[in-house]
């Protein structure tokens, strides 16, 4: 197994929009390897820390790298979108921030199945207890599905036209592999490498983890939950990338700060979503779509 270091985005902006030096509770969403969580406990030492990764793997290395502080933080397998029906305080937390999608430490393991460069099964799912897979969707939903999903979440261009390909080729043999997907898409969109050119297998292996994982699926219900629970004064922040889950956070953020002829809830603090620095684009490229946005309770 690969493990190539995974760099946290926009550590410094997490720490300073969640104004995390406040004593209390901090809700890490999407723990990962823990970076966002380490930087808080180091720098904190009056904070506490619960965490949710729906990797168990993720879970497990998280716990690894937050030792030294394991008597500050506690830690949940499971989706983050169970938070609100937890039993847990909301009066103690001062900060909840979510860093969604996947970690370098899940993308470069081959038998994770998400990276169309690296040989494997097509899996995807960051939850091994889920039924549906990457393959499973490939081999089983209809074409029309097909095609929206890589056009809705992947925004291809060639969408329709490589359901099709896909639909014709699964009567013959099985899709099963992240290679045959990705000389597909290749085949079909005619690729030619290009400077500024995004790979169609990156927009195709996108879209299908999406879907596999249910990425956008109530995270507009989780904010709303989670909005009505927190105290005054609480910090959310989320950073998302992608523009469909941006979009959720944007409107659902602001529907809280200007709601029609009642009392606002939520004060944006990020006017405009806060991206990173280009240093920090140049030193982890995976960081170049990244959008931060943090709001208050009030
Ligand atoms: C981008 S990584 C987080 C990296 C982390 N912030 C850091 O700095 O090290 C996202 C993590 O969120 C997890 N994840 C994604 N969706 C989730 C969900 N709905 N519930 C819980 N965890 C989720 C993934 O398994 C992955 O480990």
């Known amino acids: 197994m690969t493990g190539m270091k995974h760099i946290s985005?926009?550590?410094?902006?997490?720490?300073?929009?969640?104004?995390?030096?406040?004593?209390?509770?901090?809700?890490?969403?999407?723990?990962?390897?823990?970076?966002?969580?380490?930087q808080i406990l180091k720098n904190n030492p009056k904070a506490r820390l619960i965490g949710f990764d729906i990797d168990e793997i993720s879970l497990n290395l998280a716990r690894k790298n937050l030792k030294p502080y394991a008597d500050r933080v506690v830690l949940y397998h499971s989706d983050f979108r169970y938070l609100p029906d937890l039993h847990i305080n909301f009066s103690h937390i001062e900060g909840i921030y979510a860093d969604l999608g996947v970690s370098s430490f899940q993308l470069n393991n081959p038998e994770r199945g998400f990276?169309?460069?690296?040989?494997?099964?097509?899996?995807?799912?960051?939850?091994?207890?889920?039924?549906?897979?990457?393959?499973?969707?490939?081999?089983?939903?209809?074409e029309h599905n097909l095609a929206e999903i890589f056009h809705e979440y992947g925004e291809l261009r060639q969408a329709k036209r490589l359901a099709k390909e896909i639909a014709t080729r699964r009567k013959f043999r099985k899709i099963e592999t992240t290679d045959e997907l990705r000389r597909l898409c290749e085949r079909v969109c005619r690729w030619r490498p290009q400077k500024g050119k995004i790979h169609p297998a990156a927009k195709v292996f996108q879209a299908l983890r999406i879907e596999v994982n249910q990425e956008l699926k109530e995270l507009d219900t989780f904010l709303e939950k989670v909005t009505y629970k927190l105290k005054p004064g609480a910090r959310i922040l989320i950073i998302s990338f992608h523009s469909l889950e941006d979009r959720i956070v944007k409107h659902t953020f602001q529907k809280f700060a200007s709601p029609n002829g009642e009392r606002p809830l939520l004060k944006i603090?990020?006017?405009?979503?806060?991206?990173?620095?280009?240093?920090?684009?140049?030193?982890?490229?995976?960081?170049?779509?990244?959008?931060?946005?943090?709001?208050?309770?009030?």
Not at 17 to 36: F, I, M, N, S, W
Not at 117 to 133: Q, Y
Not at 270 to 284: F, G, I, L, Q, Y
């Open 115 to 142: 990276s169309y460069n690296l040989k494997g099964p097509l899996d995807m799912r960051m939850d091994h207890r889920a039924k549906t897979n990457a393959a499973k969707i490939i081999n089983k939903y209809s």
């Open 269 to 298: 603090i990020t006017k405009k979503p806060v991206t990173p620095s280009e240093t920090e684009v140049m030193k982890n490229s995976r960081a170049r779509s990244a959008k931060l946005r943090a709001a208050e309770r009030l």
């Open 9 to 38: 985005v926009m550590t410094d902006e997490v720490f300073r929009y969640l104004e995390a030096r406040r004593k209390g509770y901090y809700v890490d969403c999407t723990l990962g390897p823990g970076g966002h969580a380490l």
